[in-house]
T-cell receptor, first 110, second 112 residues
Framework: QQPVQSPQAVILREGEDAVINCSSS?????VHWYRQKHGEAPVFLMI?????EQKGHEKISASFNEKKQQSSLYLTASQLSYSGTYFC???????????FGTGTRLTIIP | EAQVTQNPRYLITVTGKKLTVTCSQN?????MSWYRQDPGLGLRQIYY?????VTDKGDVPEGYKVSRKEKRNFPLILESPSPNQTSLYFC?????WGYGYTFGSGTRLTVV
């Protein structure tokens, strides 16, 4: 079952902050975050691992609540280049069966 | 340049005609995977491979085959394509669990 992302779409003005949520019905051992611009491939932003380790983008932060099986991606002082569709991916432990959410479309306007 | 290369980028074929989409990575990654992307459904995993000769089903494996004979290559085979396999396909690779993935540029497949 795919993780549920919210909101499905959001429009912000440049400089505003955004939060994208990802909720899984299964136990989470890792959460991936990717951004995809129209007509392009998804690009890796960040990975959060059970136990607290995080790896990824300098200007983007995220949280991982293992008990609630939820993750949130925080985009602060958004720039026009942040526009795109954001996907979270829920991963198990020890294998790479990764299930993505249906995406959140973020539009930043000047 | 580190990359994942998919070919072809675009393909139109007829129902039932076997086809192969190739995927190659030059980063010595252990892990490779195939996804399909459809409007409103996001990315759905078809198959993945943890290493040479090790493959496993993702969420939507029906109608697809894969093989991993070499570390760098992970072709996707459609033995008898049907119109419901019309989609945008992405190959991805990564060092393994706990690391992010690099995606290829995608293959847009149309089955008529």
């Amino acid at each position: 079952q795919q993780p549920v992302q919210s909101p499905q779409a959001v429009i912000l003005r440049e400089g505003e902050d955004a939060v994208i949520n990802c909720s899984s019905s299964k136990a989470l051992y890792s959460v991936h975050w990717y951004r995809q611009k129209h007509g392009e491939a998804p690009v890796f932003l960040m990975i959060l691992l059970k136990g607290g380790e995080q790896k990824g983008h300098e200007k983007i932060s995220a949280s991982f609540n293992e008990k609630k099986q939820q993750s949130s991606l925080y985009l602060t002082a958004s720039q026009l280049s942040y526009s795109g569709t954001y996907f979270c991916g829920a991963g198990g432990f020890g294998n790479e069966k990764l299930t993505f959410g249906t995406g959140t479309r973020l539009t930043i306007i000047p | 340049e580190a990359q994942v290369t998919q070919n072809p980028r675009y393909l139109i074929t007829v129902t039932g005609k076997k086809l192969t989409v190739t995927c190659s990575q030059n980063m010595n990654h252990e892990y490779m995977s195939w996804y399909r992307q459809d409007p409103g459904l996001g990315l759905r995993q078809i198959y993945y491979s943890m290493n040479v000769e090790v493959t496993d089903k993702g969420d939507v494996p029906e109608g697809y085959k894969v093989s991993r004979k070499e570390k760098r290559n992970f072709p996707l085979i459609l033995e008898s394509p049907s119109p419901n396999q019309t989609s945008l396909y992405f190959c991805a690779s990564g060092p393994g669990w706990g690391y992010g993935y690099t995606f290829g540029s995608g293959t847009r497949l149309t089955v008529v």
